[in-house]
């Protein structure tokens, strides 16, 4: 059983329904569960010879949460021979929850009030059984009855219960409505408020959140042990749209010495990147970078092809000249994301530069950037250069080539420079780079302005093309 670091009650949540590492009693018990009928289990387990030690039982009931009825039957046969562990009780009690076998569940929790084996845990688990089935009325019942079994209603209870209704879907309005009624008789804890703030980040409540925020810097104050409530809210503000009142808490948390760190800075820009809000990307990386958080290379890549695709391309230069000073050394996404940018505004002399340099620096080009660096090159009146792109991608083996090849041919037709568009076009046979049927008929259309020679080695040529 391991504890849940934010409640404090020991979880039995995360039990696996298959252990291969179980010990060979453990599986052997187990196959029979899960080849007998049901009402053979108890000649069959005890033909077996193999005593249900506490371990052993452990390691069964872990792997019977899909045979309910089974566990059943093997618990109580167990049971009557050795000592049932409050382990193995809460598992039992976690498998009937999780099938929805709630009289049984109950019938159980009785008998281990009986046999002064109930606990926390036990309750624990019930909480999220409940609100697994969209039960939430009827978990915050049995927190309610807590008290009448012996179980003490404290802070770790309150936690473990808001914990439970807040993995749910949708159900923030019941966790608070439940919270502002236990407040008073159960002092909330740092971790209370990151439950609840963590659940108005999933559920994306701006306005519970908000409130919650500011009950917390209240009633427990500003310490750097609560980040993950400071960052669950700063995000849920974030994906809101309201960046600019997170950045205002970002300035007075810094103030406190609260400032999130990495792992806030990275998921809020991630968001910011989707939302295409790079005046607010901007403002969130100079706060982390000016607080000496260095970003990696997936952050500044997305931070480039945000400049790049808002076309602020001085802007994502400076990036890209700023990470080697930060221990961050540029790769091809990085620079075709400026490479597509600089194509896609038309820029042919500043394209033609960075292509340059992308070679210099040996970061390939895709294929869809050379593709549309030929096109761009043509249109701009800079044929040269799209063959310069062409032979790089020959050289280089840059592929999917077959866009590309079409790109040239048409790009080369449009001026009639037949002789080449001849030669480019022999050299793709050679290569056996398929030409569309489109573009050949384009081809064959552009040779007939074309003179008798040309158009005689075209029509060579044109013998060797196999339609795709």
């Known amino acids: 059983m391991t504890e849940n670091p934010r409640t404090g009650a020991q979880s039995i949540h995360s039990i696996p329904k298959a252990n291969p590492s179980a010990s060979s009693g453990a599986k052997t018990l187990f196959r029979i569960l899960s080849t007998v009928p049901v009402s053979e289990l108890e000649t069959e387990l005890t033909r077996s010879g193999i005593p249900p030690h506490p371990e052993c039982v452990e390691e069964v009931l872990k792997l019977c949460y899909d045979s309910p009825a089974a566990a059943i039957k093997f618990f109580g046969w167990a049971g ?19 099938n929805r076998l709630f009289e049984a569940m109950w019938d159980a929790i009785r008998t281990m009030r009986q046999e ?10 019930v909480f999220g059984s409940y609100c697994v089935a969209d039960k939430v009325n009827e978990a ?14 404290d802070v770790v209870a309150l936690n473990s219960l808001l914990s439970a209704i807040c993995r749910e879907d949708k159900k923030m309005s019941k966790a608070i409505e439940f919270f ?7 002092p909330p804890n740092a971790d209370t408020y990151a439950i609840l703030l963590e659940g108005c980040e999933k559920e994306g409540n701006v306005a519970i959140a908000k409130t919650t925020f500011g009950e917390m810097a209240i009633r427990i104050g500003w310490s750097p042990l609560n980040m993950s409530a400071y960052e669950a809210f700063l995000t849920t503000l974030v994906k809101a749209s309201q960046t600019d009142e997170a950045i205002k808490f970002l300035k007075f948390m810094k103030d406190k010495d609260c400032l999130p760190g990495m792992k806030f800075f990275s998921n809020a820009l991630n968001v910011l990147i989707h939302q295409g809000n790079a005046t607010h990307a901007l403002s969130l990386w100079d706060i982390m970078v000016g607080n000496g958080l260095l970003p990696n290379l997936t952050m500044y890549n997305g931070m480039i092809g945000l400049l790049s695709d808002k076309n602020e391309i001085d802007k994502a230069f400076d990036l890209l000249d700023e990470m080697v000073f930060n221990g961050v050394f540029s790769d091809p996404v ?32 895709t294929h869809r950037n050379c ?8 249109e701009g009146d800079d044929p040269e250069m799209a063959i310069e792109v062409w032979n790089y991608m020959i050289e280089n083996h840059v592929r999917p080539i077959e866009e590309s090849a079409s790109a040239l041919l048409i790009g080369l037709r449009n001026l009639d420079r037949f002789t080449e568009m001849r030669k480019f076009l022999d050299d793709m046979l050679d290569r056996k780079i398929d030409i569309s049927e489109s573009t050949m008929s384009k081809l064959k259309s552009a040779f007939r302005r074309a003179g008798r020679s ?11 093309w196999k339609p795709k």
């Open 116 to 125: 002064g084996v109930l606990s926390l845990p036990t309750f624990a688990s």
């Open 334 to 365: 990085s620079y075709n994301e400026i490479l597509h940018s600089l194509l896609k505004s038309k820029k042919v002399r500043g394209a033609a530069n960075f292509f340059f340099e992308m070679k210099k620096n040996e970061q390939q080009p």
């Open 180 to 186: 502002e009624r236990v407040k008073i008789k159960i």
């Open 454 to 464: 040309e158009q005689d080695a075209f029509t060579r040529l044109a013998r060797r």
């Open 371 to 378: 593709t549309t660096a030929i096109k761009m090159f043509f």
């Open 140 to 153: 915050i019942m049995s927190f309610d009855v807590m008290g009448r079994f012996g179980i003490h209603q």
């Open 80 to 98: 009557r021979i050795a000592k049932h562990t409050s382990y193995s009780w809460n598992l039992m009690i976690d498998i009937l929850g999780k």
